[in-house]
């Protein structure tokens, strides 16, 4: 049986290019919208025929997390590459505070602060409010001990403004006795300038784009962050974001030896 070819999602510039994108990828891919649907129910991801026929309409937009989650799992079963329907949404419409004054400092969720900024000084950070969060997904891997062991981290970014050609990651441990871990560039990024300071348990570094994106350009990104033994002890995880971003997904994979009992979720500075 011949393999079929990876479909490639058609982003020449519209008005919306949403609803082209997904009727193309559909049409591609030679499945009904009732077949789309009964995989996306099997993959733990319901949507309605209507919802999906709306979408590619362009009389609505997946906006809901479990629509974007939704969205996720789309692009898996039309075999478009990871991201390149979530990426054309463009970015969510302001809600609540992030309505009045400007992002807040990148220092501004780091218990401690001074140290955090002085860090950051050391890189250039100026891009990071040219930049939309259009999706995250981490993949936390936790070790039979129950220890952190890597977390895969993938991103769409798109550009504000032409230029922006990096991305700055600020890593902290609370257990300051255990080595720094190391930041793995997987796509479109190499490693820039990085800042160890291993007493305080803080790692600050660039990835470099593979080029400057112009405005409205958006990338995907993937880096893995790679810890050290003696590991430090998986007992939460955080992530912050200084802007919004419209998908944020968490995986964690727990060894068969330290499967939880229970995990919790918590949100600070807003609402689930």
């Not at 002085?118 to 891997?141: E, G, K």
């Not at 990085?194 to 880096?223: C, K, M, N, S, Y």
């Amino acid at each position: 049986m011949a393999a079929r070819p990876t479909t490639e999602v058609d982003q020449t510039p519209h008005a919306d290019p949403f609803p082209d994108a997904l009727r193309a990828a559909i049409r591609a891919r030679g499945l009904g919208l009732e077949r789309i649907r009964d995989r996306l129910r099997v993959l733990g991801a319901p949507v309605s025929v209507a919802a999906l026929s709306y979408w590619q309409s362009g009389r609505c937009r997946p906006e809901r997390p479990d629509s974007l989650i939704a969205l996720a799992h789309l692009e898996s079963v039309l075999e478009v590459p990871a991201g390149s329907l979530i990426s054309l949404l463009g970015p969510p419409r302001p809600r609540g505070r992030w309505l009045t004054g400007a992002a807040p400092d990148i220092e501004a969720y780091w218990p401690n602060k001074a140290l955090v900024r002085a860090a950051v000084r050391s890189v250039n950070s100026r891009w990071d409010q040219r930049l939309t969060r259009i999706s995250q997904h981490d993949l936390v891997t936790v070790g039979p001990d129950r220890e952190l062991r890597s977390i895969l981290s993938r991103q769409v970014l798109r550009a504000d403004e032409d230029g922006p050609d990096r991305w700055v990651v600020i890593l902290h441990l609370d257990d300051h006795t255990r080595p720094l871990p190391v930041v793995r560039p997987l796509r479109h990024c190499t490693l820039g300038r990085t800042v160890h300071q291993p007493g305080d348990g803080l790692l600050v570094t660039e990835l470099l784009f593979d080029r400057p994106l112009a405005r409205g350009e958006t990338i995907i990104t993937e880096h893995e962050v790679g810890y050290q033994a003696p590991y430090p002890l998986a007992t939460n995880y955080e992530r912050k974001f200084r802007r919004p971003v419209r998908e944020f997904v968490v995986e964690v994979g727990f060894h068969a030896a330290a499967q939880p009992v229970r995990c919790t979720q918590f949100l600070a500075g807003g609402k689930w």
